[in-house]
């Protein structure tokens, strides 16, 4: 079945520091692909999203790249700050018409002053 | 614009019990999906409603059940709660006129079976 990997955490980072976090996906066909961050507390939230191959996600910074060479969706930020302290899941919706989403483990990133 | 909103936000139950869980979605969804998120993992999917009919269900014994209403709002039911039920439960919405492509979701309802 479909499924989502992603790095084991915690990922900890200096302020301005950049930030990967890795992600690979299992998936009959070409799933749309998300990263989510969840702040303590809270829900999960909609970071960025690609829908098909070579699509780019950005938002707030972040990046993600959609690859199906590599069945890969690597969340990228070229200078963290505090605030960006979070848990981080990546996701993969399927392309029948209820899609069901998949997510991975979560990543938690802890970025210091 | 309200988004998602579940109740209760924390609950303790003793074994056995039975909980409900509600959700009143974003406006504008018509479809709610359940997730179980154990401390520590990511959600997993319960079931997904529309039309006040269950169209999918993940992996959850026949103890998980739920309701769509007509105004969208869902309830998860959870009987014979065992202590591994503990977990954040969460409610997340969609528009499947809007090819459902995106979940919203809210802040959750903690459940801990003792």
């Known amino acids: 079945g479909d499924s989502v990997t992603q790095m084991e955490g915690p990922v900890t980072l200096s302020e301005e520091a950049f930030l990967t976090i890795n992600c690979t996906y299992t998936?009959?066909?070409?799933?749309?692909l998300f990263w989510y961050v969840q702040y303590p507390g809270e829900g999960l939230q909609l970071l960025l999203k690609?829908?098909?191959?070579?699509d780019k996600g950005s938002n707030k910074g972040f990046e993600a790249t959609y690859r199906k060479e590599t069945t890969s969706f690597h969340l990228e930020k070229g200078s963290v700050q505090v605030s960006d302290s979070a848990v981080y899941f990546c996701?993969?919706?399927?392309?029948?018409?209820?899609?069901?989403?998949?997510f991975g483990a979560g990543t938690q990133v802890v970025v210091t002053p | 614009d309200a988004g998602v909103t579940q109740s209760p936000t924390h609950l303790i139950k003793t074994r056995g019990q039975q909980v409900t869980l509600r959700c009143s979605p974003k406006?504008?969804?018509?479809?709610v999906s359940w997730y179980q998120q154990a401390l520590g993992q990511g959600p997993q999917f319960i079931f997904q409603?529309?039309?006040?009919?269950?169209?999918q269900r993940g992996n959850f014994p026949d103890r998980f059940s739920g309701h769509q209403f007509p105004n969208y709002s869902s309830e998860l039911n959870v009987n014979a709660l065992l202590l591994g039920d503990s977990a954040l439960y969460l409610c997340?919405?969609?528009?499947?006129?809007?090819?459902?492509?995106?979940?919203?979701f809210g802040a959750g309802s903690r459940l801990t079976v003792l």
């Open positions: 996701a993969s919706r399927t392309t029948d018409s209820w899609g069901k989403f998949q």
């Open positions: 998936a009959t066909g070409y799933p749309s």
């Open positions: 690609a829908t098909k191959a070579d």
């Open positions: 406006s504008g969804h018509d479809t």
């Open positions: 409603y529309y039309e006040e009919e269950e169209r």
């Open positions: 997340a919405s969609s528009s499947r006129t809007s090819g459902a492509n995106v979940l919203t």
